[in-house]
C-alpha cells in the first residue's frame, strides 16, 4: 500500500471521526435540550433533524472514503 495514500485515508478518516464525535456531542445537547429545556420538546425539531442529516451525510461520507481504499487496495493486489 502505498504511503502517502495510507495517510491521506487514516488523516480523512480521523476527521470524519471528529465530525462524527461533533455531531453526537450536539445530539445529546439537543436531547437535554428537549427533556429539560424550558420550552417544548418541538421547539428542537429542527436542531433534532438538522444534526440528524448531518450524521447521515457522515456516514455517506465514510461509506465512500472506505469503498475507494478497498477499491485501491484491490487495484494494488491486481497489480502484483
Do not use: W
Not at 30 to 37: D, L, Q, S, V
Not at 54 to 65: G, I, M, T
Amino acid at each position: 500500500m502505498n504511503t502517502d495514500h495510507a495517510t491521506n485515508f487514516l488523516f480523512a478518516v480521523e476527521q470524519l471521526q471528529f465530525r462524527f464525535s461533533c455531531g453526537v456531542n450536539a445530539l445529546g445537547a439537543i436531547h437535554t435540550a428537549m427533556e429539560e429545556g424550558s420550552s417544548s420538546p418541538e421547539c428542537y425539531l429542527d436542531g433534532l433533524f438538522g444534526i440528524y442529516r448531518h450524521l447521515c451525510d457522515l456516514s455517506d461520507e465514510l461509506e465512500k472514503n472506505i469503498y475507494a481504499e478497498l477499491q485501491s487496495v484491490r487495484d494494488e493486489k491486481e497489480k502484483k
